[in-house]
């Protein structure tokens, strides 16, 4: 996947991608546009509605008004949910491998599955955020500037992860991405009331503790990549809150 590519361009300023795509191939972005013809001109419409809307609210209600683009978000989320998972088993493995009791001790018990969930997000959105900024230069590589608001994004973003899951056990459930992280094994026998609290209580943690700071945050770093200082910070901020929050909820909920 894209943050897979992403981190191997934070190390090498971008090189690991523009190899790929150059010598192998590798174009993501190319594989969407295409996927893009199939979509219908009523999803088209209502992506470009949901597009167009600015602030928090009139953002919230264009996202509920078009379920289709909401849903293609949310798939957009739950495809960057298998990165998470897949970047989990293979932390796990590296770990193993490596003989390191201590770290796979701390990493079973509460506190420690909350902050390896927001490491291993934090990775991801970090070489999500890099690999899409590569993509974005002229060159096809990374500045330093870049590569700090990658590595700004992700850590941040890790950082916040870590609170809102201590936030959802807070509530007595298991977080979003911990579960994704450390694997789905006990979750999905869940039946009944157990499943629809779990829903009521996943639409009230990954949106409104997760999702909406962190897509602040990432904005404002994109802002300050830009250029842009004081105020200017905020550009766009109540817009990519409210995506947050609805297609956090939702991803939660599911």
């Not at 090189?15 to 190319?30: A, I, S, T």
């Not at 070489?127 to 590569?147: C, H, P």
């Not at 997760?210 to 901020?237: C, F, H, I, T």
Request: charged fraction near 20%; charge should be neutral; aromatic fraction near 6%.
């Amino acid at each position: 996947g894209n943050s897979f590519v992403g981190v191997g361009d934070i190390v090498s300023g971008g090189r690991v991608g523009k190899f790929l795509e150059e010598q192998g191939g590798y174009n993501p972005d190319k594989i969407k546009a295409m996927l893009d013809h199939f979509i219908s001109h009523d999803t088209k419409r209502s992506n470009q509605a949901t597009e167009d809307a600015e602030g928090f609210l009139e953002t919230v209600t264009a996202m509920l008004s078009n379920p289709m683009a909401t849903g293609v978000m949310v798939a957009e989320q739950l495809g960057f949910v298998l990165e998470i998972m897949a970047t989990g088993a293979l932390a796990r493995g590296a770990i193993a491998m490596k003989h390191v009791p201590s770290i796979a001790r701390y990493i079973t018990t509460k506190k420690g599955k909350e902050w390896f969930a927001g490491l291993v997000e934090g990775a991801v959105i970090a070489g999500s955020t890099a690999s899409q900024l590569r993509k974005e230069s002229e060159d096809g590589l990374l500045t330093g500037k870049q590569t700090l608001a990658a590595i700004a994004s992700g850590a941040g973003s890790g950082i916040i992860g870590r609170w809102g899951a201590r936030a959802a056990r807070g509530l007595g459930i298991v977080d979003a991405d911990v579960l994704f992280v450390q694997g789905m094994k006990g979750q999905l026998s869940k039946k009944g009331t157990q499943y629809v609290a779990a829903v009521a209580k996943g639409l009230m943690t990954e949106g409104p503790t997760e999702e909406l700071p962190q897509s602040v945050w990432e904005e404002v770093v994109q802002n300050w990549l830009e250029g842009k200082r004081g105020n200017a910070l905020l550009d766009n901020v109540p817009r990519a809150a409210a995506q947050g929050l609805v297609t956090g909820s939702l991803t939660g909920a599911a």
